[in-house]
């Protein structure tokens, strides 16, 4: 079946940096929308970005501006290019995606997570 490969995260200091990458893999025909979603310590997880299989992408109000969310059809990976970093930023970031398989159903996947930490 379809896996989500996760990579990018690691620790920052507030107003820097990072770019995330999530790859599906797998007997994939084509990947519907991809997202990115993010949940920190004692909160609920929350929708970060999300972008469609056309290109076009939609933000939560807290990164709007400073995140950018991207995609590569042909890699079926997705981005998300994370800048002016807040300690507020600090969570397991993790990606989504509606897959369609070569074989098999169509389905919802969700990567295993990435942690993000912003702190000087």
């Known amino acids: 079946q379809v896996q989500l490969v996760e990579s990018g995260g690691g620790l920052v200091q507030p107003g820097g940096s990072l770019r995330l990458s999530c790859a599906a893999s797998?007997?994939?025909?084509?990947?519907?929308?991809m997202a990115w979603y993010r949940q920190a310590p004692g909160k609920q997880r929350e929708l970060v970005a999300a972008?469609?299989?056309?290109?076009?992408?939609n933000y939560a109000d807290s990164v709007k501006g400073r995140f950018t969310i991207s995609r590569d059809n042909a890699k079926n990976t997705v981005y998300l290019q994370m800048t002016s970093l807040k300690p507020e930023d600090t969570a397991v970031y993790y990606c989504?995606?509606?897959?369609?398989?070569?074989?098999?159903?169509?389905?919802?996947?969700w990567g295993p997570g990435t942690q993000v930490t912003v702190s000087s």
């Open positions: 797998g007997s994939i025909f084509s990947t519907g929308a």
């Open positions: 989504n995606a509606d897959v369609h398989p070569r074989l098999g159903i169509r389905s919802n996947v």
């Open positions: 972008i469609t299989s056309g290109g076009s992408p």
